[in-house]
């Protein structure tokens, strides 16, 4: 009865997903394009296009006819790419941007085409040869349109309109602590399919158990019910499941696989192939991550997380990263700080990071953009927070390096808070029973008598894991010596430090004891004294500190030390390392992590 159960449930959500969802894993799809390159841009400062039909890009040809708008001659932006680097008048532009390109497609019976964004900040609405597809809300998650029926054997013309406006019902809403990067950040693709094809699939251990995988797969088209094959080759798997009148199949298969973990991040070459011979291929790990009391537990083994926290951004560069090479820059430096853990603050960041991370053995906290300021008394603000966390965990579900969702980062408790919180939680152990599920935590409060820090939230009560964010030495002076303070947090669950540090100017050194010096010093000080405070921290479970790289965020005013950067990087901007990197580099390698 709970097998039927659970495989009912999985059924009811692969179909609830079916009609907003996108096509899993176009980067494992043979007949696809990629529409990355230059495209034409306009900048629409006042939002005129649509009134002004940019989205036809007519071309006046009369001589009694003229147009006030043009894509031919008009500037280039690089796609994918934030328009806020490319131009330095756009360095700080919040509005709509219109983006333009030609593209030649083979129209081909019994095909269906789709056009698929990896990410676009932070509304786009898509228009091709001239008709409306869609629009999508959100800057961090893939959306597509159908466009079968509108897409021209040869030359096509794609028009999005992109907008970044910050606005109280959106999320992230008015403020927020890194740069408001707009644009088509990630990768752009045709893709083309059978009338039926592959559009959904789950392929991961079975919860609590290490010689079952299960999963599922989910078709869309006219013949729903056919054999599909999913295929392990190393593991001499070849399973043929039958899909049922509305495409879906559930499978479990006995296998043994070598489980995926840090120092061993077993990869396996998987491909689902459907009756008309579409195929999908994919590296899948397995692995089992669960919580025991306060204790987290992979494959059955408790594991400390050495991780830390980095935006999607290149210093170095002044822009959002997007490619293969960006990802292999931040993840490098990750595993140089002995890392075994990251949280990618705070937004689901792009797929080669994420896959990248994963290949590297890197276990992942991915999170949707929650952070501070979010209306939760508006009940649309809960319905993108929804649709958010659906969009994560559907692109994701995967990747065996992700073992935690989050879903908030530092909001303020109240009961709109609460009861939207309580919803997404329960939402994301629903979609995902595999995985945990938290949220990172700024109102522990410290009680002078007693020198404890303690909690009251709601909300730290129902997560699985509890992250904190607590800045001694910065935020907040040390009451105490730091051996002196107790914790008293959220003892029957795992805890991670997901956020300590302080802002730091690279090679200023000296006043140790100072915050306002702003040296690299004061910094390696306080890290120090945080590691110590640590020991008192009965349930921690891991540290992840705040922040890898120097990133950009308009917060940051200070004319000296900051100049629109937020400098808590334990490397600089310059890609320097500063001294507490060393510090955090000696206790990852020295922590026993048992």
Same mark, same amino acid.
């Given at each position: 009865?709970?097998?039927?159960?659970?495989?009912?449930?999985?059924?009811?959500?692969?179909?609830?997903?079916?009609?907003?969802?996108?096509?899993?894993?176009?980067?494992?799809?043979?007949?696809?394009?990629?529409?990355?390159?230059?495209?034409? *841009?306009?900048?629409?400062?006042?939002?005129?296009?649509?009134?002004?039909?940019?989205?036809?890009?007519?071309?006046?040809?009369?001589?009694?006819?003229?147009?006030?708008?043009?894509?031919?001659? *008009?500037? %280039?932006?690089?796609?994918?790419?934030?328009?806020?680097?490319?131009?330095p008048e756009l360095k700080y532009y919040e509005g709509d941007i219109w983006y333009q390109r030609y593209f030649e497609a083979n129209k081909q019976n019994h095909k269906r085409s789709f056009i698929y964004f990896a990410g676009v900040s932070y509304?786009?609405?898509?228009?091709?040869?001239?008709?409306?597809?869609?629009?999508?809300?959100?800057?961090?998650?893939?959306?597509? @349109?159908?466009?079968?029926?509108?897409? /021209?054997?040869?030359?096509?013309?794609?028009?999005?309109?992109?907008?970044?406006?910050?606005?109280?019902? %959106?999320?992230?809403?008015?403020?927020?602590? =890194?740069?408001?990067?707009?644009?088509?950040?990630?990768?752009?693709?045709?893709?083309?399919?059978?009338?039926? @094809?592959?559009?959904?699939?789950?392929?991961?251990? #079975?919860?609590?158990?290490?010689?079952?995988?299960?999963?599922?797969?989910?078709?869309?088209?006219?013949?729903?019910?056919?054999?599909?094959?999913?295929?392990?080759?190393?593991?001499?798997?070849?399973?043929?499941?039958?899909?049922?009148?509305?495409?879906?199949?559930?499978?479990?298969?006995?296998?043994?696989?070598?489980?995926?973990?840090?120092?061993?991040?077993?990869?396996?070459?998987?491909?689902?192939?459907?009756?008309?011979?579409?195929?999908?291929?994919?590296?899948?790990?397995?692995?089992?991550?669960?919580?025991?009391?306060?204790?987290?537990l992979l494959n059955g083994e408790k594991v400390f997380l050495k991780g830390v926290n980095f935006h999607e951004e290149i210093p170095q560069r002044l822009g959002r990263a997007y490619s293969t090479a960006d990802a292999a820059m931040i993840i490098?430096?990750?595993?140089?700080?002995?890392?075994?853990?990251?949280?990618?603050?705070?937004?689901?960041?792009?797929?080669?990071?994420?896959?990248?991370?994963? /290949?590297?053995?890197?276990?992942?906290?991915?999170?949707?953009?929650?952070?501070?300021?979010?209306?939760?008394?508006?009940?649309?603000?809960?319905?993108?927070?929804?649709?958010?966390?659906?969009?994560?965990?559907?692109?994701?579900?995967?990747? *065996?390096?992700?073992?935690? =969702?989050?879903?908030?980062?530092?909001? /303020?408790?109240?009961?709109?808070?609460? /009861?939207?919180?309580?919803?997404?939680?329960?939402?994301?152990?629903?979609?995902?029973?595999?995985?945990l599920v938290g949220a990172a935590f700024d109102n522990p409060r410290y009680d002078q008598e007693t020198s404890t820090f303690n909690i009251k939230d709601d909300i730290s009560k129902i997560v699985d894991v509890v992250g904190v964010n607590k800045?001694?030495?910065?935020?907040?002076? =040390?009451?105490?010596?730091?051996?002196?303070?107790?914790?008293?947090?959220?003892?029957?669950?795992?805890?991670?430090?997901?956020?300590?540090?302080?802002?730091?100017?690279?090679?200023?050194?000296?006043?140790?004891?100072?915050?306002?010096?702003?040296?690299?010093?004061?910094? #390696?000080?306080?890290?120090?004294?945080?590691?110590?405070?640590?020991?008192?921290?009965?349930?921690?479970?891991?540290?992840?500190?705040?922040?890898? @790289?120097?990133?950009?965020?308009?917060?940051?005013?200070?004319?000296?030390?900051?100049?629109?950067?937020?400098?808590?990087?334990?490397?600089?901007? #310059?890609?320097?390392?500063?001294?507490?990197?060393?510090?955090?580099?000696?206790?990852?390698?020295?922590?026993?992590?048992?």
């Amino acid at each position: 009865m709970k097998r039927f159960l659970i495989t009912f449930i999985y059924l009811i959500l692969a179909i609830g997903l079916n009609a907003q969802s996108f096509i899993m894993n176009p980067y494992g799809r043979d007949n696809t394009k990629l529409l990355n390159g230059k495209w034409n *841009a306009i900048v629409d400062q006042y939002s005129r296009g649509e009134k002004k039909q940019f989205y036809l890009n007519q071309i006046a040809t009369e001589d009694t006819k003229f147009l006030e708008y043009g894509f031919e001659g *008009a500037m %280039r932006l690089d796609v994918p790419g934030d328009f806020n680097s490319q131009y330095p008048e756009l360095k700080y532009y919040e509005g709509d941007i219109w983006y333009q390109r030609y593209f030649e497609a083979n129209k081909q019976n019994h095909k269906r085409s789709f056009i698929y964004f990896a990410g676009v900040s932070y509304e786009a609405t898509v228009w091709l040869n001239g008709k409306k597809v869609g629009n999508h809300e959100g800057g961090f998650t893939p959306f597509q @349109f159908e466009v079968t029926d509108l897409l /021209k054997e040869g030359k096509n013309d794609i028009v999005v309109k992109v907008n970044n406006n910050r606005k109280k019902d %959106r999320i992230p809403a008015m403020n927020f602590d =890194w740069w408001n990067y707009g644009g088509i950040l990630r990768d752009v693709f045709l893709v083309q399919t059978p009338d039926t @094809f592959i559009r959904d699939y789950k392929i991961q251990l #079975k919860k609590n158990e290490k010689k079952i995988i299960s999963g599922y797969v989910q078709l869309d088209g006219a013949k729903l019910s056919q054999q599909v094959t999913v295929s392990i080759p190393e593991l001499k798997i070849e399973k043929i499941v039958s899909t049922n009148n509305k495409g879906y199949a559930s499978f479990e298969i006995k296998a043994k696989p070598k489980l995926w973990n840090p120092d061993s991040p077993k990869m396996y070459n998987v491909s689902i192939i459907s009756e008309q011979k579409e195929q999908v291929k994919d590296e899948i790990g397995f692995r089992n991550i669960s919580v025991n009391g306060d204790d987290i537990l992979l494959n059955g083994e408790k594991v400390f997380l050495k991780g830390v926290n980095f935006h999607e951004e290149i210093p170095q560069r002044l822009g959002r990263a997007y490619s293969t090479a960006d990802a292999a820059m931040i993840i490098e430096e990750v595993t140089a700080l002995g890392c075994n853990f990251i949280r990618t603050a705070h937004y689901p960041q792009n797929e080669h990071i994420i896959r990248l991370a994963e /290949k590297k053995g890197l276990m992942i906290w991915e999170e949707i953009p929650l952070w501070q300021g979010i209306d939760f008394k508006n009940p649309v603000v809960l319905d993108k927070a929804i649709n958010m966390l659906r969009e994560m965990i559907y692109r994701d579900k995967n990747r *065996a390096g992700i073992i935690i =969702w989050s879903v908030a980062n530092e909001t /303020k408790p109240s009961n709109y808070r609460d /009861k939207v919180l309580t919803d997404l939680i329960n939402l994301a152990h629903e979609l995902d029973d595999t995985r945990l599920v938290g949220a990172a935590f700024d109102n522990p409060r410290y009680d002078q008598e007693t020198s404890t820090f303690n909690i009251k939230d709601d909300i730290s009560k129902i997560v699985d894991v509890v992250g904190v964010n607590k800045y001694m030495g910065w935020y907040m002076p =040390w009451p105490t010596d730091p051996s002196n303070i107790k914790w008293n947090v959220a003892l029957d669950k795992p805890l991670i430090m997901t956020e300590f540090g302080c802002e730091s100017l690279y090679g200023k050194i000296g006043d140790k004891d100072k915050a306002h010096s702003w040296s690299e010093d004061y910094q #390696k000080d306080l890290y120090l004294k945080n590691l110590e405070m640590f020991k008192n921290i009965p349930n921690l479970s891991g540290t992840s500190p705040w922040v890898l @790289f120097d990133f950009r965020s308009p917060y940051r005013c200070h004319p000296k030390n900051q100049e629109g950067w937020n400098r808590k990087g334990l490397i600089s901007d #310059k890609g320097q390392r500063k001294k507490a990197w060393f510090v955090m580099k000696n206790y990852y390698n020295n922590i026993d992590m048992k």
